[in-house]
């Protein structure tokens, strides 16, 4: 759901092509929102609007991918996040090289990594490292 102009980073729907599913093309956009909001840096519509979804998920009962296409519709946009927490589109570009190298060299095609928390495990200490100062409220998850 957009509640302002927002900037839309990514959405699984561009990357569900032929035999690639929504979860499959979803899987990076996911983990990339999940680990925003295990950090807190989620915006308060975003946490009023799905505050249930996101306790299913900081309880590692829905996964990132799922998350991602029931609250949002496979789609990443800026009003998710916190004012502070927004992110430019040269950042995404430099988190969509660090999951690719992160877990691509396992599978022929991103698209082939499991929409799982262990992915999310591999990736997440890497995004600490890209966006450390929104990294000042992590949970421990």
Same mark, same amino acid.
């Given at each position: ?6 900037? +839309?980073?990514?959405?699984?729907? %561009?990357? $569900? +092509? &032929? ?6 093309? &979803? *899987?990076? #956009?996911? #983990?990339?929102? *999940? %680990? ?11 946490? +009023?609007?799905?505050?249930?979804? #996101?306790? /299913? /998920? +900081? &309880? ?7 998350? =991602?296409?029931?609250?949002?519709? &496979?789609?990443?946009?800026?009003? $998710? =996040?916190?004012?502070?927490?927004? #992110? *430019?589109?040269? !950042? ?7 999951? !690719?190298?992160? /877990?691509?060299? !396992? ?6 990594? $499991? ?11 890497? /995004?600490?490292?890209?966006?450390? !100062?929104?990294?000042?409220? $992590?949970?421990?998850?």
């Amino acid at each position: 759901m957009l509640y302002r102009s927002a900037m +839309k980073y990514d959405d699984a729907s %561009w990357h $569900a +092509k &032929g035999e690639t599913t929504l979860e499959a093309g &979803g *899987t990076h #956009i996911g #983990i990339l929102l *999940t %680990w925003f909001i295990l950090h807190g840096q989620e915006s308060s519509e975003f946490l +009023k609007d799905f505050s249930e979804e #996101i306790s /299913l /998920l +900081k &309880g590692r009962k829905l996964s990132p991918s799922s998350f =991602l296409l029931k609250t949002c519709d &496979g789609k990443f946009s800026s009003d $998710a =996040l916190s004012s502070d927490a927004r #992110i *430019t589109e040269e !950042q995404y570009k430099e988190y969509i090289d660090e999951y !690719q190298s992160a /877990l691509h060299y !396992q599978y022929d095609s991103i698209y082939e990594i $499991a929409d799982s928390w262990e992915a999310y495990d591999t990736v997440a200490p890497l /995004l600490a490292d890209l966006f450390p !100062q929104r990294n000042k409220t $992590a949970e421990d998850f």
